[in-house]
């Protein structure tokens, strides 16, 4: 079985994208990163977004994108997929709005998530959430998160290493447990101090997550860091990177 890419989610250098755009995605380039997952496009059309991957030789692995702007904006959010070539839209939150975090908001959801993934692969692409530590709550049926994929079949899941050990779990345990359906994954290093860290610059056990997504074919490894602390975000992306590829995996 081929091993997934490896990509960046972008939202971990999003102060410099707000600065210069095209010039972060051109250092995120420089620094070896061969994919990125969007969670902005800094004012561009999906036309001048495939120009600057073309340009900068990046593939795009995949987007975060709302579950409103999915309900209100269906046929742009296909367009803007199809444009620039990536094939996963992941939810990157349940709006605490409109879904409450219990059994019955995330069966609401689930059924909200479910009707989306249908018609999203209707036109040939996949839908995936992305959880944080809430979604480990405890129900009859297991987790919260349990609960969401168990009734909607279709979701896949982009889970986040980071957030799954803060919530109680294993992470290798659980891409395993998700199977085929971890499609995607959220790679970040927890600190000694429960801080976010750069791959391989924490105690998370990256060998076992590793070799889980291989196991059940996971497409993406996607680095991801919400707050950069004891470096900047392009030096903490560029940690993670080497360390991924000490490890092999470009």
């Known amino acids: 079985m081929a091993r997934g890419g490896v990509a960046l989610q972008l939202y971990t250098v999003r102060e410099d994208l707000s600065k210069d755009f095209r010039g972060t995605l051109r250092q995120v380039a420089?620094?070896?990163?061969?994919?990125?997952e969007f969670a902005g496009y800094g004012g561009l059309g999906p036309d001048e977004i495939k120009a600057l991957c073309a340009e900068l030789g990046l593939r795009a692995a995949g987007t975060h994108t709302g579950i409103e702007a999915l309900r209100t904006d269906f046929a742009k959010v296909v367009n803007l997929h199809h444009t620039i070539g990536a094939t996963h839209v992941t939810v990157p939150s349940l709006p605490p709005a409109r879904y409450t975090r219990d059994a019955a908001g995330f069966t609401q959801a689930a059924k909200d998530l479910e009707e989306l993934a249908l018609q999203l692969e209707g036109e040939g692409l996949t839908l995936a959430y992305h959880n944080h530590d809430f979604e480990f709550f405890q129900t009859d049926g297991g987790y919260g998160l349990d609960l969401l994929y168990a009734q909607a079949p279709h979701l896949h899941a982009e889970l986040d290493v980071y957030w799954a050990a803060k919530g109680g779990?294993?992470?290798?345990?659980?891409?395993?447990?998700?199977?085929?359906?971890?499609s995607l994954l959220h790679v970040k290093d927890r600190s000694e101090a429960g801080a976010f860290a750069p791959v391989g610059a924490g105690n998370l056990d990256f060998q076992s997550i590793l070799a889980a997504g291989d196991a059940v074919g996971t497409q993406w490894f996607i680095v991801e860091q919400d707050r950069c602390v004891e470096q900047t975000a392009l030096e903490s992306v560029r940690i993670s990177l080497d360390n991924l590829r000490k490890w092999g995996r470009l």
């Open 30 to 36: 420089e620094i070896g990163y061969p994919a990125v």
């Open 169 to 182: 779990v294993d992470p290798a345990a659980y891409i395993r447990k998700l199977g085929a359906r971890c």
